[in-house]
Structures are given as structure tokens and as C-alpha cells.
């Protein structure tokens, strides 16, 4: 009798080579291992081996990063989009990217279910299933952390020697890791008391601030339409340029940071994430905006960044709002160009100047020299309607103060 067939979210760690096996014997099923690369720091044929030996009928180890940069990062960066004014959602705009790769594999093999390693805790389950849902609501959803009696990382340590399942963890040294392109978090083990300090030896993308150079890095970063395009006058492919702005801001020690953040499903967390090239990336497009957007465009596109960050962490990239706003942003971005210089020092990255030939900055306008394109006297006026709400306020209290009808 033909097996049915699974796609599994693979990676060759711990959960999913567990899970992996877990499949095999509790549902007999067939498990096409899927890995997909978003930037992340892996050997991939070490990968497929691995899935292979393990029991996969199948592996796929698809290279998507230069489409997560130009569909997921940069529509992201455009919106200025900050979870919780601190997060810049490496993980979470990953998810529904590597949901989709799944989902057209599962197609394409013909499999009746898609299973995956996130935990009934977490975030990541609502935003794979939620892609899932979206892109092909008749698949099956197998979620084993939901499912089975293993109740920890150490029982999984435990069931994968027990049936010989290669494994790159112990259980003295246990962190929840997930990498690629943008930034890699690190959770558990000794994180999950807020009152430990972090050890700084866990970084794996840059250098504690302390020990980065003494004299500071300067990178002018060009953009069209709140697209980077250039480094240093250079052109660079999304790829290329992301890679490069990551070392750099990496030996600066920038983009460090350890937060305690509300999960979508109730609890709060503590994540340490490290973010060097975005973390440049989104203070310099921060700085052109402020120079190429008028206050109000700027302070409504705040207002929309909110919610654009809140539906990205929420796993909610394919929504018919994500995509409409996304729609307003780019409308805004359409004279976000020019240039930025950018000033990394010790962990700080700091804009230090900037030019647009779209920008809204007028010396003749703000000199506080002579100048002849702005009578003051018209201040006064404006000053007298402004304020004129205060003025009547002011009348009616002095009235009735007064005792006056």
C-alpha cells in the first residue's frame, strides 16, 4: 500500500531530525525533507545527507535569498516597520517565505500534510499555519510539539540517542537559535531568567562593543524609492550588499540587542538578537525619510508601521491589509532617494549626513541669516488663527471668573 506522504520544515537540528523519525514510526508516513536557505549558516549538503540518513525519501535545499531580501526585507524596511520599537522581525518575515516554499513543494509531491518543528509555545506555529491556511487551506497541518508525550529538549536529546539520530546538541549547552540573512536570535538555556546577564561570548554575527575598533567606520548607503541600492558609491546586489553592511556593522559591534517581548500567544519572552547590517539599513532609511517626507506623511507612515510590524510578527504577511498597506508605503517611498552617510562606533550607528535630490530641507527658508524668501511679519497671523482656540478659551474662563452672563 503507497505511504502518505509529509513535507517537513527542515533544518538537521535537533526537533526536526526527531521529528523526522517521529513521523516515520508514529504515522508511517513518507517525509520529504525540506530546507530552505534564507541566509542561515549551514552546510546544506551536510543538511541533505543528514535527512537522507535519517529517512527522508526525499530532501530540497532551495536558495531563497535574494527573494527574501527584495519581497520580505525590503517591503519591511520601507515600512519602517519595528516590533515593540525594539524588534526588527528577522525571524518572524522569514517564516511565511519558508511556508510558501513548503507549500509548493507539498504540491508538486503530491503530499497530503505539512509538519514542522515550532512549538505550541511559540510564535512560529501561528505563522507558518497561518501561510498554510492561506496558500492552501486543504493540506494538513502536523505540529508534533502539540502532539507528542516529549515535553522537552532534553527528551528529545534522550529519544534521538535512542534511536540513533545524529544529533549537535547537549543538554549543558541548550539555545534556541534561528539565523539568516537579517539577523540570528538566541533563546533559552540561560536566558529565560531575565536577571541573568547575557554572556556575550553567544554572539555569532558580531563583536561585544568593547572590543570593536577604537577609531569609527563610515558607509554611505544610497537609495531609490527606500530600496538601497549602493554602499560607498558601489552598486551591490541585494545579496552582496547585505553581507557586506553585516560585517561591517558586525566589527563595530552594532545591532545587539536583549529584549523581553510579548509573544502573540499570551506569554513574554527574552530574546538576544543580533541585527548589524539591518540595524544600518533602517537608521539610515529612517534619516532620508526624515529629509524627503513632509510631517504629516511622516507621522501618519509612523502610525501605519505600528500595525504593519504587529501584522508581520503575527505571521499575517499574506492578509489582504499587509498587502494594502504595503501599497500606501510604497506610495511614500516614492521620493525616498538620495544618500546617507552612516557612522558605526562601538555598538552605536549613527547618521551624520545626508542628501536627496527630492529633499524638503531649505537653508533659505531656516538660515537664521538675512535672507529674502521669508517675511517673519507673516508669522504673526498664523500665530493669531493657531492659537485662536487658546485665545477664546482664555475669554470665556476670564468671564466666568467674573461672574459676567
Same mark, same amino acid.
Request: net charge negative; charged share 25%.
Given at each position: ?201 553567544? /554572539? ?95 507621522? /501618519? ?6 500595525? /504593519? ?35 558605526? /562606533? ?60
Amino acid at each position: 500500500m503507497k505511504k502518505e506522504k509529509a513535507v517537513l520544515a527542515y533544518s538537521g537540528g535537533l526537533d526536526t531530525s526527531v521529528i523526522l523519525t517521529w513521523l516515520k514510526e508514529t504515522h508511517g508516513m513518507d517525509v520529504i525533507a525540506v530546507c530552505v536557505n534564507v541566509g542561515q549558516q549551514e552546510d546544506f549538503e551536510e543538511v541533505k545527507k543528514k535527512a537522507l540518513a535519517t529517512g527522508a525519501v526525499n530532501v530540497y535545499v532551495i536558495d531563497v535569498v535574494e527573494e527574501f531580501i527584495t519581497d520580505y526585507i525590503f517591503p519591511t524596511l520601507k515600512a519602517s516597520a519595528v516590533y515593540e520599537d525594539d524588534y526588527l522581525l528577522g525571524t518572524s518575515f522569514a517564516r511565511p517565505l519558508i511556508a510558501k516554499k513548503l507549500v509548493e513543494i507539498a504540491q508538486k509531491e503530491g503530499a497530503i500534510a505539512i509538519a514542522h518543528g515550532a512549538t505550541g509555545k511559540g510564535n512560529d506555529q501561528v505563522r507558518f499555519e497561518a501561510t498554510i491556511k492561506a496558500l492552501d487551506p486543504h493540506l494538513k497541518i502536523i505540529a508534533p510539539w502539540r502532539m507528542w508525550d516529549l515535553k522537552s529538549r532534553e527528551d528529545c536529546i534522550e529519544y534521538a540517542k535512542k534511536h540513533n539520530i545524529q544529533i549537535g546538541v547537549t543538554k549543558e549547552k541548550i539555545y534556541s537559535r534561528d539565523q539568516n540573512i537579517w539577523h540570528i536570535s538566541h533563546e533559552g538555556g540561560n536566558l529565560e531568567n531575565p536577571w541573568n546577564e547575557h554572556d556575550e561570548s553567544i /554572539y555569532m554575527m558580531s563583536v561585544s562593543p568593547k572590543n570593536a575598533p577604537d577609531v569609527p567606520t563610515f558607509v554611505e548607503i544610497e537609495f531609490e524609492k527606500g530600496i538601497p541600492v549602493k554602499i560607498n558609491e558601489r552598486d551591490y546586489d541585494p545579496v552582496i550588499m547585505m553581507k557586506l553592511l553585516n560585517q561591517l556593522a558586525g566589527e563595530n559591534g552594532v545591532g545587539m540587542i536583549d529584549i523581553i517581548e510579548n509573544r502573540l500567544v499570551g506569554m513574554k519572552s527574552r530574546g538576544i538578537y543580533e541585527t548589524p547590517g539591518g540595524t544600518v539599513l533602517f537608521k539610515a532609511h529612517q534619516a532620508l525619510e526624515k529629509l524627503t517626507l513632509d510631517r504629516d506623511t511622516l507621522n /501618519y507612515k509612523k502610525i501605519v508601521a505600528q500595525k /504593519y510590524a504587529q501584522l508581520v510578527y503575527d505571521g499575517l504577511w499574506f492578509t489582504p491589509l499587509r498587502l494594502a498597506l504595503s501599497k500606501f508605503v510604497d506610495s511614500t517611498q516614492e521620493c525616498v532617494s538620495g544618500k546617507v552617510k552612516m557612522k558605526l /562606533y562601538k555598538g552605536n550607528c549613527t547618521p551624520v549626513a545626508s542628501y536627496s535630490p527630492y529633499s524638503l530641507y531649505n537653508e533659505e527658508f531656516v538660515t537664521f541669516g538675512e535672507d529674502h524668501v521669508y517675511n517673519q511679519k507673516d508669522a504673526e497671523g498664523f500665530i493669531n488663527l493657531f492659537s485662536l482656540p487658546l485665545t477664546i478659551r482664555a475669554l470665556m474662563n476670564e468671564k466666568n471668573s467674573k461672574g459676567e452672563k
